[in-house]
């Protein structure tokens, strides 16, 4: 399954092409299938992103009460915490959404002491609510998973190098990420997971990714990012990331 990629000229107007994709989808799938399920990015681009869903006139353009909200990853760290994706998406999302139902909302446990057992429990919670039995092999199709990507290609917490990559039956997983990172233990989607969604959304800004990017749309196998396959897989990138190489 082919990827699209579109170079925007800032991060600013990156960030409003995703909050402009994001409120299609949600109003396409709600149309369609009477809700829309997504699942949020950690990284940077929220701080922008969010911002634009919580105003008018996006806001308004969805109805929040039909929206059920998951995480692709987060730390292993308290709701409270800076560094947590949950607590970002709290500040400058959740509280500011009309009609919002907080059943809806289901925060990955990352920061529970039984890791493997919370991970479980996120799974189950995707069973439930996409109506799966225990053991079955269907794999929740979640309307879009919002995406970013690392200098080092990770996108979610699927590092390169990791055993995490090669994850065929769970859905959620632990993930460890570098010794750079300031939070090391991780929950994330799995592969499978990811690519069974209908979109996968990437929203991605900075020189930083060029070298990434370059290897990506050279359709490198060797980063996490490149094995995200989903039916519909859209990279947004500002000139920066896209560096000197070309959509295809």
């Given at each position: 399954m082919s990827a699209r990629f579109i170079v925007l000229p800032t991060p600013a107007a990156v960030a409003e092409a995703a909050?402009?994709?994001?409120?299609?989808?949600?109003?396409?799938?709600?149309?369609?299938?009477?809700?829309?399920?997504?699942?949020?990015?950690?990284?940077?681009?929220?701080?922008?992103?969010?911002?634009?869903?919580?105003?008018?006139?996006?806001?308004?353009?969805?109805?929040?009460?039909?929206?059920?909200?998951?995480?692709?990853?987060?730390?292993?760290v308290a709701p409270?915490?800076?560094?947590?994706?949950?607590?970002?998406?709290?500040?400058?999302?959740?509280?500011?959404?009309?009609?919002?139902?907080?059943?809806?909302?289901?925060?990955?446990?990352?920061?529970?002491?039984?890791?493997?057992?919370a991970a479980g429990r996120y799974e189950n919670e995707l069973r439930r609510i996409f109506a799966l039995p225990p053991g079955g092999r269907r794999r929740p199709r979640i309307d879009l998973i919002w995406l970013g990507m690392g200098p080092d290609g990770h996108t979610a917490s699927l590092f390169p190098g990791s055993r995490v990559l090669f994850e065929?039956?769970?859905?959620?997983?632990?993930?460890?990420?570098?010794?750079?990172?300031?939070?090391?233990?991780?929950?994330?989607?799995?592969?499978?997971?990811?690519?069974?969604?209908?979109t996968a959304l990437f929203v991605v800004a900075g020189a930083d990714k060029a070298a990434a990017m370059r290897s990506i749309q050279a359709r490198s196998p060797a980063l996490p990012a490149a094995r995200v396959r989903a039916a519909s897989t859209l990279w947004l990138l500002d000139a920066a990331a896209a560096g000197a190489a070309s959509p295809p």
């Open positions: 909050a402009d994709r994001i409120v299609a989808s949600a109003r396409n799938a709600i149309r369609r299938r009477g809700r829309f399920v997504i699942a949020l990015s950690g990284g940077s681009a929220p701080r922008l992103v969010y911002p634009l869903l919580a105003a008018p006139p996006r806001r308004d353009a969805i109805d929040w009460s039909r929206v059920e909200f998951f995480w692709g990853d987060e730390r292993a409270d915490d800076p560094e947590s994706n949950y607590g970002l998406a709290r500040r400058l999302l959740l509280d500011h959404l009309p009609g919002i139902r907080e059943a809806s909302v289901h925060r990955m446990p990352a920061d529970d002491p039984d890791h493997a057992a065929r039956a769970r859905w959620v997983a632990l993930a460890t990420a570098p010794k750079t990172s300031p939070v090391a233990a991780r929950m994330t989607f799995t592969l499978p997971l990811i690519n069974a969604a209908r």
